[in-house]
């Protein structure tokens, strides 16, 4: 696996916290606008007119399912029974299956120019790069590889000792990507693990399917906090996320979003509501 330095070239970096936003840009601050909102700044880092950026959110209570989710044979039993449990669902326009978000869940989108030069799994690299530099103080056990058993398992699952606390999918628009990883901080691991394998079990129903979802076990996703055995906080982790950025970086600005990138969210943002009709259909509009 190719280090930090040797995928990502860029001195400079933008960077956005968008973890205690109420609204964003005039729309519901909830996981359909930061989809929407890293479309944007992925369109606007390819067409040069922004930085590399490195983007932090937080939402509360919500699952974002992956494109195959919405293919489940009975989906509305399953929405139904995570919406009475107070959640919000999102069906998200990048890779993956479904992961839960809540205020103990931080979000990372690391978003790179150029990335018809870098393949898919550099990308992937460089972000399972910087979580391992930013968590260097504490450990040297970060590994990638997929985690059998987790929810959203994939090749580049992030664990400790075989527990999972992170997943990463990717969105592609142009010459840009945004690299997206969740970071279970702090909080239920194992709880939210149990809520997504009873949604699997909801919407299944026993029914035959043509794609292979994961088989739950809680037991394997664990929350850094539970890992490390330290008193992990949100707050903490956002000041390693910048601490580790000065360091990788030779300049750091600090810009919300321009007016150029307003007009690509809109759109975007209506893209992910049209995405997401068969959602609101179930549980009403989002809010």
Known sequence: MNNWQEIITHDLFRYIDHTNQQNLLGKPYTALASFAIDDALAS?????????VL???????????GIPDARLPYLEA???????????????????LAVVLDEGVLNLSLILPGVKQLSINKCYEAMVRFVQYMLKDRTTAIEAYEIVGSYCPGDYDLS??????????????????AIQIYLDVEGKSKERAAMIKAFYEKSIQ??????????????????????????LTIDDMKNRVINALHEL???????????????????????????????????????
């Open 249 to 287: 970086s030779e300049e750091l600005v600090v810009q919300d979003i321009t007016v150029e990138e307003q007009q690509t969210f809109s759109s975007r943002y209506q893209q992910m509501l049209k995405r997401n009709e068969k959602i609101s259909a179930i549980i009403g509009d989002f809010q």
């Open 78 to 96: 399953g929405i139904q029974m995570l919406a009475n449990h107070g959640y919000q669902v999102v069906v998200r326009n990048s890779g993956g």
């Open 206 to 231: 026993g029914a035959e399917t043509k794609f292979s979802y994961p088989k739950i076990e809680p037991e394997k996703m664990a929350s850094l906090r539970e890992l490390l055995q330290i008193d």
């Open 55 to 65: 983007r932090m959110w937080v939402h509360p209570k919500t699952v974002v399912l």
């Open 160 to 177: 400790i000792n075989g527990k999972k606390f992170a997943g990463i999918s990717q969105r592609r628009i142009k010459d840009g990507a």
């Open 44 to 52: 606007s880092v390819s067409d040069k007119e922004s930085p590399p």
